[in-house]
């Protein structure tokens, strides 16, 4: 079953959308991470790993593989992922 997601992070999945500029590669694939990580749909365990020549999807589940590594939990996971699109949206600016 997946996590409750707190009204917070549900708001900071909308506003990641409405930055005025693309973040870093590096930058989204921590913001997908931390989704992901938030979420748990499925959970990590349950899913697939891509393909050799998939590298963009072995970049994306690597940054989720840390944060389960790392044991940092669904609700810690969507507090961080709300902090970070709070200094995104400082950085880049906001369409909201």
Do not use: C, H, N
């Amino acid at each position: 079953m997946a996590p409750q997601q707190t009204a917070d992070f549900k708001k900071a999945i909308t506003d990641s959308r409405k930055l005025k500029a693309k973040p870093s590669d590096t930058e989204l694939l921590e913001l997908y991470g931390l989704f992901k990580q938030g979420t748990q749909d499925p959970p990590f365990e349950q899913t697939k790993a891509p393909g050799m020549f998939e590298l963009k999807e072995k970049a994306k589940r690597g940054a989720w593989e840390k944060l389960v590594k790392e044991g940092v939990s669904a609700a810690d996971a969507q507090k961080k992922y709300v902090a970070l699109v709070k200094s995104l949206k400082e950085k880049y600016g906001y369409t909201g």
